[in-house]
DNA sequence: AAAGCAGCCAACCGCGAGATG
DNA sequence: CCATCTCGCGGTTGGCTGCTT
């Protein structure tokens, strides 16, 4: 059978010139983003759609960065990475104005080989230097070959709750001292479980046990007691929209400020 | 000066998942 | 329920640029 040519006609390849940009960034302006291949042919670009989406969402966007990726994002990327493994999407979503390809070429240009060279960083940021010396005592925990989480639809995201998988909360090393503020942040992002960051991403909206200490206050949840099962327990926490890992690394870049003596800013 | 090499990054490609008819 | 469409994602490629020899 074989899959159909996405773009079966001839069309441009390579990189965009200037009257393409133009064309269109004012075609999405007007019209809007979505039904991309028709966004190709009304606009008149000999383009594929997906490379249309692609041209629009990492560079004519408006609020996209480009370059100087400063120290506290490139942390994060490393930090998201340890966590997330490749999936740039998902990173980029926590860095705002990156895109998925940036950050990719970036970890693959970069970051990658600094980490070859010093493998048992936890960050090659001089900003991180300091806690380097801290955590060289520790152990720090990277499960080494963690499987690549997947992507869950709805389906399997119940089917999980159903099983109690709530916040992956069977293993302790998932366990946090969610009330310790003296317990590295980073290391707190090491142990987390990955499948479960991945939920709630999904979900938008799904937050494990260990966050309601600190978040039970911001965000005005309640711990409630009647919860019997894990996953009932997990939606009586849970706010209409809660993204944990935002929450989790408001936490980091605030004391990322502190240290830079910038929390004013 | 020019050939070779390495690094960077924009763009392409294939696949999976959800939406739609 | 199935086929098709559309979108989003991650891996890979290829061209450009700067450096080295």
Request: proline share 5%.
């Amino acid at each position: 059978m074989g899959r159909r040519p996405c773009c079966p006609k001839e069309i441009n390849k390579g990189a965009w010139s200037r009257e393409e940009d133009e064309t269109l960034s004012k075609y999405v302006v007007i019209h809007g983003e979505g039904k991309w291949q028709k966004v190709a042919q009304n606009a008149g670009l000999k383009r594929c759609g997906k490379s249309c989406r692609q041209r629009w969402l990492n560079y004519l966007k408006p609020g996209i960065k480009r370059g100087d990726i400063s120290v506290d994002e490139e942390d994060m990327i490393i930090r998201l990475h340890r966590l997330l493994g490749n999936r740039w999407a998902l990173i980029a979503k926590r860095l705002p104005g990156r895109t998925d390809n940036e950050i990719k070429n970036y970890w693959n240009t970069n970051l990658s080989k600094k980490l070859q060279k010093h493998p048992t960083s936890s960050s090659v940021s001089s900003l991180q230097n300091k806690r380097n010396e801290e955590e060289k005592s520790k152990q720090v925990h990277v499960a080494p070959e963690a499987p690549r989480p997947r992507r869950v639809n709805a389906v399997e995201y119940s089917k999980i709750m159903e099983n109690g998988g709530c916040a992956g909360n069977t293993s302790p090393s998932n366990k946090v001292e969610g009330s310790s503020d003296e317990a590295s942040f980073s290391d707190f992002l090491i142990d987390i479980d990955q499948n479960q960051l991945l939920i709630a991403d999904d979900s938008n909206s799904k937050v494990p046990q260990m966050e309601e200490d600190h978040n039970n206050k911001q965000v005005g949840l309640t711990n409630s007691p009647s919860s019997s099962s894990p996953s009932d327990h997990c939606h009586h926490l849970l706010p209409e929209k809660f993204d944990p890992l935002e929450t989790l690394l408001d936490v980091e870049l605030k004391r990322m400020a502190s240290f830079l003596g910038l929390e004013n800013d």
